[in-house]
């Protein structure tokens, strides 16, 4: 098989394309033939060296793959042989295979390309626990929706507009134009405007009832203050950490120096009728259960044209450097994957 490597920490030209031997799948995993994995911002912060999730370096990073199934572990039925699948993976999904355990594995409903497919798992599900599970998202309430033309962020836009509330999201200027026509309400540059500001001017003063904050640091101290009565402040990365694409010990500090460590204690937010609630997906798998639960909710959506995965770039394994850089230089609008 073919991994992509992270060789050491650095920049994107680490990534290396290496060979190994086809793994064999253990009991009740299945082993995957890769037609496509999902790129997140947590392989780059990973890239980096600054995700402590990450097994050590050298590794081989990803979350997700969408594939078909081409070789059985012990006790795992037979019917799940050639087929389309889905799967979250702790790590190693920059390959052209893998084995993962089948409580991972969905299988992939027909008409959904492997493309697709691999957008699904980690944006979808991140979005479905901020907005839907923990965000509780009601008719009528607004979203304030960080890095909208994120993958995270185009998924949460399309369940919030389901769900029937207002969507104001930033993103850098160049994506406006689109996300507006994928539905997001109201934009906001939120690298020349103050965000806080244009917030409560969208909103008349009142404040939004759901931030997703991926950002983290100074930006979490703003969104809480911009937060309505019974408002709900999602936290759910650091991408401001990530300041440029080698590890910077200034960038960490100024954003741990900008995160409100003290704003959200209990007495405050009992009486400001706020809430703060953190979402990684990369700590859920104790609770596989609930994530084939969503998995069933979010596959429906999808067969009811409700949710449909953007695709920004595909890149080949032996362009993994560009595909970061792609991301890290904003260009994404949607979902990056990498084909075999
Ligand atoms: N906790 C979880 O379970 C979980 C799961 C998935 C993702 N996340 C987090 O959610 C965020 C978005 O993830 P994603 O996979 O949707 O992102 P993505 O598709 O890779 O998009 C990244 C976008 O983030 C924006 N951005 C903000 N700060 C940035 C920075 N310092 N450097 C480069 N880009 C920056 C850029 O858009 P603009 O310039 O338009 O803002 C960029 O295009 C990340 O922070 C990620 O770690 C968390």
Not at 269 to 289: I, P
Request: with cysteine; aromatic share 8%; proline share 5%.
């Amino acid at each position: 098989m073919r991994q992509i490597w992270i060789t050491k920490a650095g920049p994107p030209e680490v990534l290396q394309v290496k060979d190994a031997p086809d793994p064999e799948p253990k009991a009740g995993e299945v082993r995957i033939r890769v037609e496509a994995s999902g790129i997140n911002f947590a392989d780059i912060l990973g890239r980096i060296g600054i995700y402590p999730d990450l097994p050590s370096i050298p590794c081989v990073p990803g979350y997700e793959v969408a594939g078909r199934v081409e070789a059985l572990g012990q006790g795992v039925d037979t019917g799940w042989a050639g087929r389309d699948v889905f799967a979250l993976t702790r790590f190693g999904a920059y390959a052209d295979v893998i084995c993962v355990p089948l409580a991972q594995v969905f299988e992939r409903p027909g008409g959904m390309s492997a493309g697709e497919a691999a957008a699904i798992p980690v944006n979808y599900f991140t979005a479905w626990q901020l907005c839907v599970v923990m965000g509780a998202l009601k008719r009528g309430e607004t979203a304030l929706i960080h890095s909208v033309g994120g993958g995270v962020g185009i998924a949460a836009t399309q369940i919030a507009k389901h769900i029937g509330a207002t969507v104001i999201g930033t993103a850098s200027a160049a994506k406006h134009a689109e996300m507006r026509a994928h539905g997001v309400d109201h934009l906001i540059d939120y690298r020349t405007e103050d965000f806080e500001a244009r917030t409560r001017e969208i909103t008349k003063g009142r404040g939004v009832e759901l931030i997703l904050d991926p950002v983290g640091g100074a930006s979490w101290k703003k969104g809480y203050r911009v937060l309505a009565p019974t408002g709900r402040l999602g936290v759910f990365g650091i991408s401001a950490a990530a300041s440029g694409k080698e590890r910077s010990i200034a960038g960490m500090l100024s954003m741990l120096a900008g995160t409100p460590w003290l704003q959200f204690n209990p007495l405050a937010l009992m009486n400001a009728n706020k809430g703060v609630f953190g979402v990684n997906l990369g700590h859920m798998w104790g609770e596989g259960e609930r994530l084939r639960g969503w998995g069933a909710e979010l596959l429906d959506l999808w067969r009811h044209g409700v949710i449909k995965p953007k695709i920004a770039a595909t890149f080949r394994f032996d362009e993994a450097a560009q595909a970061h850089h792609f991301i890290q230089d904003r260009k994404n609008i949607g979902k990056v994957l990498l084909v075999p």
